[in-house]
């Protein structure tokens, strides 16, 4: 009998959506920036409401393309090709210039295996975390899915790697692995340069139990986290393994760090949800999430098709409101304006 997955795939999905939600205000601050803003760690793009960016946009992407085709990797793989090209068309008021130039690609009759661009950005990462859920109990399967929908838009080695780590975190994470063991798990799939020296510095800070801060700026990003997917990632890892079971904290210290906050808060959220489900995540970040038609009861009903789906019964598929999606961007791009203009000011 197949293991009941469905705590760590809703944990996943809403531990995404509210790690990228109450990350968002801070994107791109320095550290030192962020840390003033963020004082105490809520929701605070619209008088304590938080809206979702691409980070879980993608992620939702993946998991209805599963839904479509679960067994199959290239036809997940075309699936989640014209999600995105409509995703586009949306005007979304973010997207990384390499997912653009990969959707770009889509659109002007590049094929889904074709369309990726060599980036090593942190697009293909963001959106990995519910496939290594759904997969937890097939390395195979995993990695198929996983390198599929990253070589859709990210075709660098080092995307492909990280990537495939936040997949392998979260699968780990579904059967509350202990670290000794994760951290055996996670080396096979580590092959850059680039991540074998944060690997090491990881396994060593988590020896001396440095903060996630500390950790960050003996990689490199002591002014805050890039978007370089070896950063990205490697500061995530850090924060989970750092802060095991504990989600606000989890989330109170990558957001800290500066830099791509969303996304980093977004991959960490994803993996940590998946550990610690629904009822580890604080109940007023996910009452707080205010959107639409990519909602909380809408992110709850992909939970149960996709749960439905693994134990092979009959599911509805969620049906989203595309005929919102439009309106709510430009609103969406209204309020990231009138929020830069608010960093200008004062602090919170």
């Not at 840390?35 to 993946?62: A, K, N, P, Q």
């Not at 889509?106 to 094929?111: A, E, K, R, S, T």
């Not at 838009?153 to 692995?177: M, N």
Request: hydrophobic share 45%; glycine share 10%.
């Amino acid at each position: 009998m197949k293991r009941d997955l469905h705590i760590p795939i809703l944990g996943c999905l809403l531990g995404t959506a509210v790690g990228d939600a109450i990350g968002l205000p801070t994107e791109g601050m320095s550290r030192q920036r962020a840390g003033r803003f963020h004082h105490s760690l809520g929701h605070r793009l619209i008088f304590g409401h938080g809206m979702l960016s691409d980070d879980t946009e993608h992620t939702l992407m993946v998991a209805t393309a599963w839904l479509c085709h679960p067994k199959d990797p290239v036809a997940f793989q075309k699936s989640l090709g014209w999600s995105l090209r409509g995703w586009m068309l949306a005007l979304p008021a973010g997207v990384g210039l390499s997912t653009a130039k990969a959707i770009l690609r889509l659109w002007i009759g590049f094929p889904a295996h074709r369309a990726g661009v060599r980036s090593a950005g942190n697009g293909a990462a963001m959106r990995s975390a519910i496939l290594g859920v759904l997969f937890s109990d097939d390395e195979e399967q995993r990695t198929s899915f996983t390198l599929a929908a990253c070589r859709l838009t990210h075709t660098d080695p080092r995307a492909e790697e990280s990537a495939l780590l936040v997949a392998e975190a979260a699968a780990l994470a579904a059967h509350q692995a202990d670290t000794a063991d994760i951290l055996q798990r996670l080396r096979p799939h580590i092959q850059s340069r680039e991540m074998i020296e944060r690997f090491a510095k990881l396994e060593t800070a988590l020896q001396h139990e440095l903060s996630v801060a500390d950790y960050a700026a003996t990689i490199g990003c002591e002014k805050g986290v890039s978007g370089f997917a070896p950063n990205t990632v490697a500061v995530a890892l850090y924060a989970w393994l750092r802060h095991r079971g504990d989600f606000k904290e989890v989330l109170t210290q990558v957001i800290a760090c500066g830099g791509d906050t969303d996304t980093v808060a977004a991959i960490a959220g994803g993996i940590c949800g998946a550990e610690v489900g629904e009822a580890g995540i604080p109940k007023p970040w996910i009452n707080g999430l205010t959107d639409w038609p990519r909602s909380v009861p809408y992110i709850r009903r992909v939970a149960e098709a996709l749960s439905q789906s693994l134990h092979g019964k009959s599911f509805q598929t969620p049906r989203l409101q595309t005929l919102m999606i439009l309106p709510r961007n430009l609103l969406f791009l209204v309020i990231v304006l009138a929020h830069g203009f608010r960093r200008l000011l004062p602090p919170y």
